[in-house]
């Protein structure tokens, strides 16, 4: 087992090669987690202003409505300069200028034109010009629809109306289907570090066996070459088993999930794509040469393909012809079954008919390297040691 000692030391030495790929994953862990806190963020009410020189029944009608959507703020003075320095000052967040006229436009079925004066960085103006409008609407259509009611009992009516809530009852599909798309996005992000730990390692150990005086040296050894290569292939094996639990043991940590069918299809996809990495890896590395060369071949895949892929962007926002070009490379259809899970709760005959699909396409990329491969050896040089 001398060959097979060797391997392991070999990836100890090259270790800071072999671990980018886990810290990479890591961090895209760290900013996975950071962007899921800021989404649990709670909306906060935007503190409103309302200025007028006539207070009448519809300013306090309106005023009334807002309270109940956003903190109304009064201001004392109400001189140009001291609203700008309530803004500045994050006293107030939005201004609402009401003309005198306002009310009397209504009662005569005109539309209200008011201005209004936001702070710099506030981002709900849209929220509150949004209920403004919904409140001059309502007003307008009961003004028009009960023409010879009092002002009163149109004002109290659209109160009546724009007070009213209903309950929504989201279905518990929806949020088992939220926590499932989140393991999916997890577990496309193994992608980009798998690749790389498994590629760099067939390239270090391809690279060192076939330097000439090593294959020289291997050529009198009382080993034959099939049993070298059985042993260099042993300890790679070993490696890349080690890695893919350390991966899982991450994805399954980082999402804190507990054993169900679909954490066992996700594990399954993965252990599928490793597979297809590994075909990959050993074809690719048997070609190349030299170790410049093959490190911007498999930044230029790993990247690539993740990318086109969708384990970094959703490939809804691609274009069709990207998509095209990506369904010809497994980490396509790696992602592609991750979300297949993700989106699924009830795993139906059309469920496993789509997944089992890409599955065996995954499974054909892994014949279709492994067959390169063995053709390469055949035609190739029969000295080298294929792995």
Known sequence: MSVYKSVTKILRKNIGHLVVGLVVTIIMFLLLAINSTNHKQTLVNTKVAIITSQKNALTRSLTQY????????????TSQRSIDDALFFEKVDYVLYLPANAQAKVQTGKKVKFTTQVRPGTFSKELVDGNIDQYFNTLTNYQRALPHANWKHVLNATNQTLNQQG??????????????????????????????????????????????????????SPLSPQKITRQIN?????????????????????????????????????????????????????????????????????????????????????PNFI?????????????????????????????????????????????????????????????????
């Not at 807002?66 to 003075?77: E, F, G, H, R």
């Not at 390239?203 to 009198?220: D, M, P, V, W």
């Not at 980490?331 to 496993?352: D, E, K, P």
């Open 66 to 77: 807002l309270s109940k959507q956003q903190k109304i703020v009064p201001l004392k003075n």
């Open 167 to 220: 309950k929504v009852q989201f279905n518990h599909h929806y949020y088992q289907i939220k926590k499932h798309e989140k393991l999916a996005v997890v577990y496309n992000s193994l992608a980009y570090g798998l690749i790389l730990v498994i590629m760099n390692a067939y390239g270090i150990i391809n690279l060192t066996f076939n330097r000439r005086k090593i294959r020289e040296r291997n050529q009198c």
């Open 234 to 318: 042993s300890g790679i094996a070993a490696y890349i088993i080690v890695i893919t639990v350390i991966f899982l043991l991450l994805a399954l940590g980082y999402t804190q999930d507990s054993w169900d069918w679909q954490t066992s299809l996700f594990i399954g996809n993965t252990l599928l794509f490793v597979l297809s990495t590994v075909a990959l890896a050993s074809w690719l590395t048997s070609l190349v040469k030299k170790s410049e060369a093959l490190s911007v071949i498999i930044s230029i895949y790993s990247l690539g393909t993740c990318f086109l892929g969708g384990a970094f962007i959703p490939t809804s926002v691609l």
């Open 323 to 387: 998509n095209k070009i990506a369904c010809f490379t497994p980490t396509y259809w790696f992602v592609h079954n991750n979300n297949l899970v993700g989106a699924t709760v009830n795993f139906n005959s059309n469920f496993y008919q789509n997944f089992g699909k890409s599955a065996l396409i995954i499974l054909a990329f892994t014949a279709a390297f492994g067959t390169l491969q063995l053709l390469g050896q055949q035609l190739g040089n029969t000295k080298k040691f294929q792995i």
